[in-house]
């Protein structure tokens, strides 16, 4: 089992920023990915940005959203067992649950893929 504990939340007025972060637990022995995901009021959830291979010496591939590309940045520290996201020059369009989400491999040899209970983000005028 691993447990994902998701903190930085909260309301901010547009243009501002908020940082994200996410805590694992449990018997994971290797990440394959750690990324964060959101779901806009009414709508379905959608990756905002992944990070792949962050056990990789070299940076590992991200993507993000096109609508968070510039504004956003995420950092994945395995080591640490730690996804953050930095969240700059927020829209209104950003509002939204926030949900870490963590694929891998346990101590086991079993496929890992945790979901965080969700962070509220609500971006005002």
């Known amino acids: 089992q691993v447990q994902l504990v998701e903190s930085g939340g909260g309301w901010v007025q547009a243009g501002g920023s908020l940082t994200l972060s996410c805590v694992a637990s449990?018997?994971?022995?290797?990440?394959?990915?750690m990324g964060w995901y959101r779901r806009p009021p009414g709508k379905a959830r959608e990756a905002v940005a992944v990070?792949?291979?962050?056990?990789?010496?070299?940076?590992?591939?991200?993507d993000y959203a096109d609508s968070v590309k510039g504004r956003f940045t995420i950092s994945g520290d395995s080591a640490k067992d730690t996804v953050t996201l930095q969240m700059n020059t927020l829209t209104i369009e950003d509002t939204g649950i926030y949900y870490c989400?963590?694929?891998?491999?346990?101590?086991?040899?079993?496929?890992?893929?945790?979901w965080g209970a969700g962070t509220q983000v609500i971006v005002s005028p």
């Open positions: 449990g018997n994971i022995d290797k990440y394959t990915s």
């Open positions: 989400n963590i694929q891998g491999t346990s101590t086991w040899g079993m496929h890992v893929d945790s």
């Open positions: 990070v792949t291979n962050p056990e990789i010496a070299s940076p590992g591939a991200v």
